[in-house]
């Protein structure tokens, strides 16, 4: 049955208590704004539902019917929701908000055959005559172009531009594709040395071919270009031109794990909020370098100490267990386990990529390394560390991590990609894109888009894509005709997946007793949809639109 069902069968028993209960004072019933006339889904287990919610400076003051609203509706905005549904505001638990800027100010070189893509290297180097290098996202292709050229990379990059250093990350940011001119400025050679948590890829001569996986090798030549990273005033338009989409999409906070080292990201995020122009609550996460174990850890205290605002926060740590593709681990297993443990006595939350492979579970690593730093901390289990991705993950390790007190941060966006598909003959199938297994094990699950990975990044960070996704296991953009679901045993349902979008997305940052539900007391971070979601066909819910957001009660998009 569902929850809207059950509501419409206890309603004349909850009515007095939605109105007598939900107000935080009777004397004061002044309020800024008011929703009457809504389908109000709180995510409050003791008051799922409601008719009308009431804003005063910022926060909710009255949760109940619209009997009850009446007495705030005085000198105050009355929004009349006719029936339309009104959530938490969303919390996307996996977002690098900051990357939009490659979008902002790099050449895209994603489409197109060889040619197409040289000649938009030009292009973007015509309308950009002073630059002294080129930055640039996309041509995952290039391997198998070169191959089929009978070239490099490297080589097919140099037929667009040669003078000057360029360097392509893929769209999911794993891979770095460079030029001649940028491996001779790294200074990269036959003889250079593979770095740790990555790999030079070599031609049949040893020489550089101008593929570089993962973040250990990719920093060679990005730490040597003209500028390595984005400045102050280019990543705040980011920041400002980011939340408008999420704003859109009705994103009200954000997990932002950061995977590369950057001062003017956080002074970024400072200026504005100084300036009082953060309209989303951003939890970041400094990025760990796998090859410096625990000689980083005072930089990284550091800067958590610096850096620190009433909407943004630096409290945690991001390690990447793994890269994609390659099933090795990226970290030596008895530095991985010294690192987290001294992460831990710090007080960083820490928050762990890991996506596997058949046979591969870096996982279980990375459980292990939690295991090692929770022998010499009593109270490991109440610090939230989390792991994000998950794509492999045993059933035998489910109850260690909820032993562990690990959250669960799985992309539902991705529960119907045809990715897995050629596994599904195996037995180990049953451990690919878990969701139903983990919250049914009582792990908190939070959903999250890793915006910008993929080229369906616009659809997978819009939040009722996930939910649709998540709960039907196919995906509603690249998904063919007839298409089974994804690993079908692990669908979750609507309300589950609501959960994970809102008050589990604050529980991933502490937030809970402020965000994530419709609470007396909480924050108004709110989104206004214009259908109920539980009266929808399930694979209908991605077409669901946010008509409205809200942040701490003030407006920030308006459909």
Known sequence: ????????????????????????????????????????????PGQPWAQAVAVRDGKIVYVGDDAGAREYEDGAEVVDLKGRMLTPGFVDGHNHAYLKAESIFWANVTDGDVKAKQQALRDFRAEHPDAEQIRAVGWDTIADDAKAAGTTPRELIDGGIKDIPVAIISNDHHTLFANTAALQRAGLTKDTPQPAGGTVVRDAKGEPNGVLQEFGAQNLVISKLP??????DEYKQTILEWQKVAAKDGITSTFVPIHYPTETLLQAFSALDEENKLTVRFDLAQWVDETKGTSQIDHLVKMRDTYKGDHFALDS??????????PKLVWDQK???????????????????????????????????????????????TKRHAITHADWFKAADIERAKRLGILMVPQPPWFGKDWYDKYKTLPEYVNAMRYRSLVDAGLTVVGSSDFPSDATFATDMYVPTGLEVGVTRLDPVTGKPGQKPLNPAEQGTLAQL?????????????????????????????????????????TDVGQVKVDATYFEGNVTYQG
């Open 1 to 44: 049955m569902r929850i809207g069902t059950k509501v419409g069968a206890m309603a004349a028993v909850l009515a007095l208590s939605l109105t007598a209960c939900s107000s935080s004072s009777d004397d004061d019933k002044a309020a800024d704004i008011v929703f009457t006339g809504g389908k109000v889904y709180t995510v409050e």
């Open 227 to 232: 500028q390595s990273d984005f400045t102050v």
């Open 317 to 326: 740590v991001k390690i990447f267990a793994d890269g994609v593709g390659a």
């Open 335 to 381: 530095v991985l386990n010294e690192t987290v443990a001294a992460l831990d006595k710090q007080g960083f939350r820490i928050y762990t990529h890991a996506i596997g492979s058949p046979g591969f579970y870096p996982t279980a690593a990375i459980l292990d390394a939690y295991e090692f730093a929770s022998k010499t901390d009593p109270e490991f289990a």
């Open 498 to 538: 609501l959960t994970s979008y809102t008050i589990n997305g604050a529980k991933l940052t502490f937030t809970e007793d402020e965000r994530g539900s419709i609470k007396v007391g909480k924050y108004a971070d709110l989104t206004v949809l214009d259908k109920n979601l539980f009266d929808v066909a399930p």
